[in-house]
């Protein structure tokens, strides 16, 4: 594949193939190529040179193939013209994962998987991928046939949200869709010292002007709240296409950010997407 892809992660559940689904159409919208990966994840404690054949890990890499296969069908049922390649690939399922997207527009992943033994789209691999992907990764679940037109972004410092904005506007302007920049002053110094949250507003709504010139076509509004970022982003969650948020680098800004991002994708009802700064 020439172009850079949209890269999905399956395991044979209902909740990777959810995840097919949303990439399909992602691809589809961005014109790109989709390419399904699987890992075979062996149980923890056992090796397969210690094992009769069939192995573990043969009955193993064998899930995974059919897996994609599965994964394959369900793409070619929503997009019959899409370019699509499948890739098996090895080693720990939550590093094969997050690294599967070096060269990807965004990695998208399940929610869950299907169980400890045969499963690699478990939860904690998902929020591997999203914690340290290179690329944008978007964890996928809830109601994916509803639209809602509407893109919400989560904006904890404008001037360090470059490449969350990027991946929203983008988002809602190849869907058709509104965006709404929501920032929160919960447990800011400007709220302690009883700064008023219009000040924030304010703030917000000159950095987003330069936005709106460069996607036109998107109509943004902005909300600043006082409450927990990821409270808000995950009520938001159930009527919106998308929630994005920012991942960024520094040992302060990713223990801060960690925290809104572990919270949200707990309770979110739909797709989130995290996308990664330029420090990482």
């Known amino acids: 594949?020439?172009?850079?892809?949209?890269?999905?992660?399956?395991?044979?559940?209902?909740?990777?193939?959810?995840?097919?689904?949303?990439?399909?159409?992602?691809?589809?919208?961005?014109?790109?190529?989709?390419?399904?990966?699987?890992?075979?994840?062996?149980?923890?404690?056992?090796?397969?040179?210690?094992?009769?054949?069939?192995?573990v890990a043969d009955e193993l890499r064998d899930?995974?193939?059919?897996a994609l296969a599965t994964?394959?069908?369900?793409?070619?049922?929503?997009?019959?013209?899409?370019?699509?390649?499948?890739?098996l690939l090895s080693g720990p399922p939550a590093l094969a994962v997050a690294g599967s997207g070096a060269d990807a527009l965004v990695v998208v992943v399940g929610a869950r998987g299907i169980g400890e033994f045969a499963a690699m789209l478990l939860g904690s691999v998902s929020r591997y991928a999203a914690?340290?992907?290179?690329?944008?990764?978007?964890?996928?679940?809830?109601d994916l046939a509803a639209v809602h037109g509407q893109i919400v972004v989560g904006v904890r410092d404008p001037h360090e949200a470059a490449e969350a904005l990027v991946f929203a506007f983008e988002e809602a302007a190849?869907?058709?869709?509104?965006?709404?920049?929501i920032r929160s002053s919960h447990g800011a110094p400007h709220a302690r010292a009883g700064q008023p949250p219009g000040q924030a507003d304010?703030?917000?709504?000159?950095?987003?002007?330069?936005?709106?010139?460069k996607y036109p076509a998107v109509a943004v509004r902005q909300e600043v709240v006082r409450e927990h970022p990821a409270q808000v982003l995950a009520e938001y969650s159930a009527r919106a296409d998308l929630v994005v948020?920012?991942?960024?680098?520094?040992?302060?800004?990713?223990?801060?950010?960690?925290s809104v991002q572990h919270a949200l994708l707990s309770h979110?009802?739909?797709?989130?997407?995290?996308?990664?700064?330029?420090?990482?």
């Open 1 to 55: 594949m020439a172009a850079k892809p949209v890269v999905v992660a399956v395991d044979g559940s209902q909740g990777s193939l959810c995840a097919v689904e949303w990439a399909a159409a992602d691809a589809v919208r961005r014109a790109s190529p989709l390419r399904i990966v699987s890992v075979p994840a062996m149980p923890p404690r056992m090796q397969a040179d210690d094992l009769p054949t069939p192995t």
């Open 63 to 66: 899930f995974s193939e059919q």
């Open 71 to 87: 994964g394959l069908a369900r793409a070619r049922d929503i997009a019959p013209d899409l370019v699509i390649e499948t890739h």
């Open 131 to 142: 914690t340290h992907s290179s690329s944008p990764v978007v964890v996928v679940r809830g």
């Open 174 to 181: 190849l869907r058709g869709a509104g965006l709404v920049a």
């Open 202 to 213: 304010g703030s917000l709504s000159e950095f987003l002007n330069g936005w709106r010139g």
């Open 245 to 258: 948020i920012g991942r960024h680098g520094g040992s302060r800004a990713r223990t801060a950010v960690g």
């Open 268 to 280: 979110a009802h739909g797709p989130v997407a995290i996308v990664p700064s330029e420090e990482g």
